[in-house]
Structures are given as structure tokens and as C-alpha cells.
């Protein structure tokens, strides 16, 4: 019985992290968590973008759409992948990446959505290893990575990454920049301004406060 216990706990823990391997089944995950609605974008991916947290210890948390992670989890900057084995095109060029929080600060009353926590360009795809094409990024980010911390009492958040192929006129965009707010974001509006169009992928989280100390 503890044999079972443990190997169906690996599992169960084996499918939480595991990484996105259908864009027909992200397509959905974002439907059924009206992100399309809620960011104002248009969802038809033709990429798989990966989204992997480092860990202090232990292996990295893969990102699958939808799941919820423990904050600790997300603490270190996630890398970003393109899956090149599995289905969708490989895109070439240059890639932007920005990561938004759309429950700002609850998903009651989002009025300070959304959030920007992670915005980048300059990103290209290195040699594949294992089927994923890590994006390195030539430059500093537009906008660096702030950790999920959804306020006390309120519930998960929906963290939301997108990939979109780079425009000529990303890197003279005056819109954001290292000191402009983070809140009261639009990606659909940025991605409008400065000629990104459509996401080429994504994926999101879901990601709750910290549990209240004993």
C-alpha cells in the first residue's frame, strides 16, 4: 500500500508540472479561463512556448496551462523555451516576451490589472536540446521579472506569458521602460502601438498568497 501511495503521489505530482504539448489544448485552457476576454488579445497559437521555473533545489518546474503553483515555487526567473519536436511551426527572428498578472489586486475587482511582470525582447532561439529551443535574451529586459504575490485573503491570480514575434520598431518604443508603473498594463494595446500583433504562443498560471503563518 505504500508502494501505491508513493507512486501514484509521483504521479499525480508528474502531471502538476508537466510542460504543454498541444496547442489545441492550451487554445482551450485560455478559453475556459476567458484570457482572451480579460487581455483583449487574439489566441490562435502556432507555437509551444515553455515556461520553466529554476528551483534552488531540485529539478525545475515545468509550466502546464492552467496549473496552480505555490508561490515559493516561482521565486527565481523563469526561462523560456520554444518547443520545436512536438506540434506547431518553428518561427524564426526575434522574439518578445511579456508576462502579465490580469487579477490585480483580486479577481473580483481587478482594478489595478493588469500587471506587468515581465517584459523582454531580443530573445532568439539556441540549438535544440531535448526538443526545446532555449530563448536567450541579447539584452536587459524592457521590464524585469516581479514575482507572483497576490494579496492577502484573496484568491489565485491568473499569471498569463505570451510570445510574440518581434517588431522593427520594438527596440525605439518609448511606451515602457524601466521605470514606468507596472500596473494599469496593456499588452493588447502595447502589442497594438508597437506592431506585434497576435501572440505566436503562451501559457499561464495560476498562483494564490502565501498561506497565512501558523
Known amino acids: 500500500m505504500r508502494l501505491l501511495t508513493i507512486l501514484t503521489t509521483s504521479v499525480i505530482l508528474g502531471l502538476v508540472y508537466a510542460q504543454d504539448v498541444s496547442l489545441t489544448q492550451v487554445r482551450q485552457a485560455f478559453q475556459a479561463a476567458r484570457i482572451p476576454t480579460d487581455a483583449s488579445v487574439v489566441f490562435n497559437p502556432s507555437v509551444l512556448l515553455e515556461v520553466a521555473f529554476p528551483q534552488a533545489t531540485g529539478p525545475d ?51 489595478s490589472a493588469q500587471i506587468r511582470h515581465f517584459l523582454g525582447g531580443n530573445f532568439t532561439p539556441l540549438r535544440d536540446r531535448g526538443g526545446l529551443a532555449l530563448l536567450s535574451n541579447s539584452t536587459p529586459a524592457v521590464s524585469g521579472f516581479l514575482q507572483p504575490t497576490p494579496p492577502a485573503g484573496s484568491d489565485p491570480h491568473r499569471y498569463v506569458f505570451l510570445l510574440f514575434q518581434q517588431s522593427k520598431a520594438f527596440n525605439g518604443q518609448t511606451f515602457v521602460g524601466p521605470t514606468t508603473s507596472v500596473a494599469k498594463f496593456n499588452i493588447s494595446l502595447f502589442a497594438q502601438e508597437v506592431g506585434l500583433g497576435n501572440p505566436l504562443g503562451g501559457t499561464f498560471i495560476r498562483v494564490g498568497p502565501d498561506s497565512p503563518a501558523a
Do not use: C
Not at 71 to 83: C, D, G, L
Open 61 to 111: 518546474v515545468r509550466v502546464k496551462a492552467g496549473v496552480q503553483l505555490p508561490r515559493n515555487k516561482t521565486a527565481i526567473p523563469p526561462t523560456f523555451s520554444i518547443v520545436v519536436n512536438g506540434p506547431g511551426r518553428r518561427p524564426r527572428g526575434e522574439f518578445v516576451v511579456a508576462m502579465v498578472d490580469l487579477d490585480a489586486p483580486t479577481p473580483q475587482t481587478p482594478t
